[in-house]
Each structure stands twice: as C-alpha cells, then as structure tokens.
C-alpha cells in the first residue's frame, strides 16, 4: 500500500449557501482508497468517506461546482503550470500573454513549472539570467 494523499476542495459557486467559495476543506485519501474531509469555515466538520474519492465528487462536486486539488508536491507543478497559462478571453481571442503574471506565454514560471526538475524546488528568477 502506498502513502496516504492530501487534498484540498475548491468550490467555484457554492450550491448550498453553507459552505462559501474557494478552499472549503482539506482532506486525506487514506492507502485503504477510504478519505476523509475536514471542513473549513464557520461550522468546522470532519467526515469520513468510506468509498473514498468516489463518493466525495458525488456527495460534494455539486456537478463540477467543487473541484478536488491534490496536495503532493509533484502536483504542485501542475497547478503553477495551469495557473501560468495563455490568456483565453471572450470568444476565443487571446492577448498571447500570461493568465498570471501578464508577460508573453509561455512565462518563465510556465517554462519553469514544466522542465523536469525536483518538485519541492522553488524558483529563483537569477536562474533563468545569463551569466556574467
């Protein structure tokens, strides 16, 4: 069996006028595949889901209304990689620019987040400067 995964719940429109918007719980998928979610807020709650990451997207995804984030660090990649993607606006035009920071896409964190590299590693800009 492997290790347990961390998780959090982001939830983009709040359906049941409770919970609110944007990280709304932390949870851990056990090895067993059973999870648990631990709820954020005013009415702090921790749940358990025997069948696991299954029955958290059907009880609680509310139709694409709540989104599950893994926590490893090799995901953490990922999520930089998204964030720093190319402007998209209405109707499908796009600037050519950064989501997130604004400069030409693909940045230099869009570069960064998808080199092959050390997960935990932090980016420091004087690595992408030429040397003196």
Known sequence: MGNPRLFELHRDTDVSGVSGTGKVAEGVIFSDGEAAIHWLGKWPTTTPHPKGIVSIKEVHGHGGATRIVLSD?????????EAHSKHVGDGGLTSGDC???????????????????DPLATWDPADDEAAL
């Not at 660090?73 to 990689?81: E, G, H, K, S």
């Not at 989501?99 to 590299?117: I, L, M, S, V």
């Open 99 to 117: 989501n997130e920071c604004g400069y030409p896409h693909p940045c230099p964190t869009f570069t960064w987040a998808t080199t092959d590299r």
């Open 73 to 81: 660090p090799a995901d953490r990649l990922a999520r930089i990689a």
